[in-house]
């Protein structure tokens, strides 16, 4: 079994820590690094939930996309729900690792796991990291479908293949326009319009669109957003990185046993469509007395 400083080597070059934005919190929170690993579970949040399915299964190390502490603290008291999952961590020796930023940007990372849960061929990064000089790093993902098919079919497409939430998929665009290019970006990515534009793509799908940011993206061109939940759009990198560790295990014959949880870890738990079509409400002013 490798010890815990084996692993860590290892997951910092699949996602170098340096590669990560500079507000971001990535690498390891809690562990021995002296440690033997044997298991090792992969998730998208650090939560409780995740923490006591690590310890019934026995995980020597816990891998998540997102931090535990991404703002910092000046407690861990159990007393916090973030203090918890650290006690609940550390009293069953599980290391916790992080990868957020720095696996957005890999090669490959979460976006081409989105991309591949999707179907889609990738052609190159949406925003290219100037630091790799392959031209393959950088986030997002911009991708060719293999058949030309409507928004709708698209919309029921992410619906399909990606993993179910409250949420659903919702799409902004004519229901009826052909998709042909997609550009993709695991987790929040309305920041990434502009980009998406220049791309020259027919669609943009990510997650957590708000509402000002989509409404103007809408105004400035025809471009189609396509919003999925953010969980949804990120869990499909864990399965690739337990595949990329799992090559790395049998070429050192560590015989690590991986795992992914899934566990559905977004936070909205429950979703009532609309009975009926919205109309405003307008005064009868032909009716109206006159004052």
């Not at 535990?68 to 999952?85: D, N, P």
């Not at 290019?181 to 980009?195: P, Y």
């Not at 220049?198 to 509402?211: F, I, K, M, N, P």
Request: hydrophobic content about 45%; proline content about 7%.
């Amino acid at each position: 079994m490798p010890a815990l400083t084996d692993v860590l080597a290892a997951l910092d070059a699949l996602w170098p820590p340096e590669r990560a934005e500079q507000w971001d919190a990535v690498g390891t929170v809690c562990g021995d690094p002296e440690a033997q690993v044997s298991r090792v579970l992969f998730a998208v949040d650090p939560v409780q939930e995740v923490a006591d399915e690590a310890v019934a299964l026995g995980a020597d190390l816990l891998i998540t996309h997102h931090p535990l502490y991404l703002r910092g603290t000046t407690t861990v008291a159990a007393s916090t729900f973030k203090g918890r999952v650290v006690h609940t961590l550390i009293k069953n020796d599980i290391a916790l690792h992080v990868a957020h930023t720095n696996a957005d940007r890999a090669d490959p990372g979460v976006s081409d796991a989105l991309a591949g849960a999707l179907d889609l061929r990738t052609v190159g990064p949406l925003v290219p990291d100037p630091a790799d000089p392959t031209g393959r790093q950088g986030l997002g993902r911009i991708c060719e479908l293999d058949r030309p098919e409507s928004l709708r079919e698209f919309t029921e497409r992410a619906a399909t293949r990606l993993p179910a939430t409250a949420q659903g998929i919702r799409a902004s665009g004519d229901p009826d326009r052909t998709i042909r290019t997609v550009a993709v970006c695991g987790g929040s990515g309305d920041g990434l319009f502009a980009e998406a534009r220049a791309a020259g793509v027919d669609a943009y799908l990510t997650a957590d669109l708000r509402h000002h940011p989509a409404s103007e993206a809408r105004e400035h061109s025809d471009l189609a957003l396509v919003d999925a939940a953010h969980w949804a759009t990120e869990w499909p990198w864990t399965e690739q990185a337990a595949a990329q560790l799992d090559e790395i295990s049998d070429r050192h014959g560590w015989d690590l046993r991986t795992h992914v949880s899934r566990r559905v870890t977004d936070p909205w738990t429950a979703h009532a469509a609309a009975a009926a079509p919205f109309r405003a409400f307008v005064p009868d002013t032909a009716s109206a007395s006159p004052a």
